[in-house]
């Protein structure tokens, strides 16, 4: 059974494709990775088809993880596909509830990691090279934690959350 999981910020060039890079990296590392399926998306289109920043790439490189992906706009069909769709502030949630995201599925993402005591993680586009690290640290204790919460409530067992479009 195969977990979908999606991560969502406005451009799509920085923050979510991050998140999907350093999940898939520890999903590796952790012999999970079979089990889940990963992709990014924005809420805006602004730079469709591009590569990570790379600004993004090269924090995210320092530290062994490799983005891959390509900027893509957050689509209707997501909000079936995906199981859990983890986004990075506030105005990415509204946006996607705007949408008709379903709410149970959605969240942000460091809802996660409480004991950090952040709500958002802050946009780096427009900052220095400081906030790409602050993203990098703030992304990857919250992606080790998901994997901990999914290895907590595997699809299978009872009492598991489903998706609500499956049977
Ligand atoms: P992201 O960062 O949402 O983390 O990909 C941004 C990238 C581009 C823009 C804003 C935020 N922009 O305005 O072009």
Redesign the pocket.
């Known amino acids: 059974m195969t977990t979908r999981v999606l991560f969502v910020?406005?451009?799509?060039?920085?923050?979510?494709?991050l998140a999907e890079g350093v999940l898939r990296h520890l999903a590796a590392e952790r012999g999970v990775a079979g089990a889940l399926e990963v992709d990014s998306a924005?809420t805006?289109d602004?730079?469709t088809g591009e590569a990570p920043?790379p600004r993004m790439r090269a924090t995210a490189a320092r530290h062994g993880v490799e983005l891959t992906s390509r900027a893509r706009r957050i689509e209707v069909a997501d909000f079936r596909r995906f199981d859990h769709i983890l986004c990075?502030d506030d105005a990415n949630h509204e946006a996607l509830l705007a949408r008709g995201a379903p709410p149970e599925k959605v969240r942000l993402l460091l809802t996660l990691v409480p004991e950090r005591g952040v709500r958002e993680v802050p946009?780096?586009?427009?900052g220095g090279v400081d906030g790409f690290e602050t993203v990098y640290g703030l992304v990857h204790g919250a992606c080790a934690a998901l994997l901990d919460e999914l290895a907590d409530t595997p699809r299978d067992a009872p009492g598991a959350k489903r998706g609500t479009d499956r049977p």
């Open positions: 910020c406005l451009g799509n060039i920085c923050r979510s494709p924005g805006s602004y730079h920043d990075m946009d780096p586009y427009f």
